[in-house]
Each structure stands twice: as structure tokens, then as C-alpha cells.
């Protein structure tokens, strides 16, 4: 909306649109290498959280110094929230989108094949998904703490409708605002879904790997594994190749496709769950039915 207000050169307020474009945007850059500093460790969630309430600030007084759309005093709390609300969405995909980029980049030393047409490669390590949550909490805290002062702020000023509500993401079907579940599966919401329950918890330590058109394969030969070191430091291992073909079959839940044998019963039972939990296809499985209309969600 900002960048489309900006480009307008008629609107009377482009200009005030294009500085709070700017600001905005600048806050953003930080708010990016802040999230890589997290997923390196060498800032804790305290300190992720503390480094959001700046920022946040921050991107509201980008608004407020432009005067876009109006000066956001209390006297404007709907686009004082409305800003808040709009930084918490941006940091919080960012967070995400950061999860899943580091999450896939470490999957493609396990690749064999090269990228083309038949050629698909599918990682995921549950750390990433821990990390996540963990930040996700740390932002949320902090939006709730920036709220609470402007909360206290606008109240003394006889302003006492603000209040800042965390989105229902999974709801609106906003892959990539909601978990790292849902951004990693894929970016849209209507087919090739390779996780059916966004709100599966993965077990610790776990990593899952699979790759289509890998070296000598047709792309309809596939093979998937998984990794998993217990409490005990014990690594618990399973692979398969297989076969789209076999028994014309075009959609494996991979609990179908690989087996664990683990003594820790609760461990084993999570492990079966989130290997339920996870899909794989031919390509193309999924078009006829999303070409009709349909979608691949929850599956």
C-alpha cells in the first residue's frame, strides 16, 4: 500500500508516502541483520526482543515524521496501531523467511542432481523450526510490551480503544506469517504442500531429506531420509529409494516410506506423527486438481 501511495504522483500525499516508504524501509534492513545476528547466536531472544521494541518505535516514527497518513498521535491510534501492527507482520515473515532460506541453503549439500525440470530437492531440519518459535516469542512479548505503553500513553489522553491483537494467521491461510511449518511447506496455499499439519511439532535434533532427478534418476525414482539423535546422543538413521511407479502411486506420506525402530516410546510415537505429518509427490500430482479449483491444504 505504501509503495503504491509513494508512486502516485497525483495523491496529495505521495511525498509524505515516499518519506515513510523510506523509513520504513530502513528499519526493515535493520530489522533483517538483527534476524541474521539471532540465527547466528550471537544476540539471545532477550536481546531479540529488546532490539524489536527499538525498532518499532522506530517504524511508527517513520510515519510520524513524514505526517503519511496523518501525524500518528493518540489522536490517530488506529494508524498508530495500524503501524505496529504492520512492523510486527514485516518482522515476523522476515523471521520466518530467514528460518526457512538458512534451512534450505544447508539441505542442497545433500543434493546428487542438478537443477532442472525433473529435479526436486526438499530439506528440513528441525532446529530451524525451534529457532523460529523461539523468536517468534521473543517479538511477540515485545509487541505486546510496545502496546502496553501506548496503551498507557493514549489512556492518559483519554484515548482508552487500543489494543494490539497478534493476527490469526492460519486462518487468513498466511503461509508465511504463521510458522515455520507453514513457510517452509511452500509459499502458497493451493497445491504442492509437503507438510499437512502446520501445528505437528517436530522432534528434536530431527533432519528429513528428499530429492527427485537425482543423479541417475528419470524423476520418477526418488529417495528420502531422515536423521534423528536422541536425549542420549544415540543417532537413529532411515533411507529409501523408490519408485512413483510402484503400484501407481503419485503421493507417499513418507511414515509409509521410512521406519524408525526407537526404544523411547513418547520419542518414537512423535517421530511416527511428524513423519505422518510430511508428503511426497510426483510432479505434477497436485496440478489437475488445483487447475479445477481445488487445493492441496490440510490434505
Known amino acids: 500500500m505504501l509503495e503504491m501511495r509513494a508512486a502516485n504522483k497525483n495523491s496529495w500525499d505521495a511525498e509524505a508516502a515516499a518519506a515513510a516508504l523510506q523509513g520504513t524501509n530502513a528499519v ?25 521494541e527499538r525498532l518499532s518505535e522506530r517504524y511508527v516514527a517513520a510515519f510520524v515524521d513524514s505526517g503519511y497518513p496523518t501525524r500518528l498521535t493518540c489522536g490517530s491510534i488506529q494508524n498508530r496501531l495500524g503501524a505496529q501492527e504492520l512492523f510486527y507482520d ?48 521473543a517479538i511477540t512479548k515485545g509487541a505486546y510490551a510496545v502496546a502496553e ?16 491483537e497478534v493476527p490469526d494467521y492460519k486462518s487468513d491461510m498466511y503461509n508465511l506469517y504463521y510458522n515455520f511449518n507453514s513457510a517452509w511447506s511452500n509459499n502458497f496455499l493451493a497445491n504442492d504442500q509437503y507438510i499437512t499439519d502446520y501445528d505437528q511439532i517436530p522432534p528434536k535434533n ?16 526418488a529417495s528420502t531420509w531422515a536423521r534423528l539423535q536422541d536425549e542420549s546422543g544415540l543417532e537413529h538413521y532411515a533411507s529409501r529409494n523408490f519408485s512413483y ?20 516410546y513418547e520419542l518414537d510415537a ?23 479449483g481445488e487445493m492441496n491444504v490440510f490434505a
Open 245 to 264: 511407479e510402484d503400484g501407481v502411486k503419485g503421493l507417499f506420506q513418507v511414515s509409509e516410506l521410512l521406519q524408525f525402530n526407537i526404544r523411547d
Open 90 to 137: 514485516e518482522f515476523r515473515m522476515v523471521a520466518l523467511k530467514e528460518a526457512v532460506s538458512r534451512n534450505n541453503a544447508e539441505g542442497q549439500q545433500y543434493a546428487t542432481g542438478e537443477k532442472g525440470a525433473k529435479h526436486t530437492v526438499k530439506y528440513y531440519n528441525s532446529d530451524y523450526y525451534y529457532k523460529s518459535e523461539a523468536a517468534i516469542a
Open 206 to 221: 530431527f533432519q528429513w531429506f528428499y530429492e527427485t532427478g537425482g543423479s541417475g534418476s528419470d524423476g520418477n525414482t
Open 270 to 292: 512423535q517421530v511416527k506423527r511428524f513423519l505422518s505429518s510430511l508428503q511426497v509427490f510426483q510432479r505434477g500430482y497436485f496440478f489437475d486438481r488445483y487447475a479445477a
Open 149 to 164: 505503553e501506548s496503551k498507557a500513553l493514549c489512556k492518559e489522553l483519554g484515548y482508552n480503544d487500543y489494543e494490539f
Open 28 to 52: 526493515m534492513t535493520e530489522a533483517k541483520s538483527l534476524t541474521g545476528k539471532y540465527y547466528d547466536g550471537k544476540i539471545s531472544e532477550n536481546e531479540l526482543q529488546a532490539e524489536y
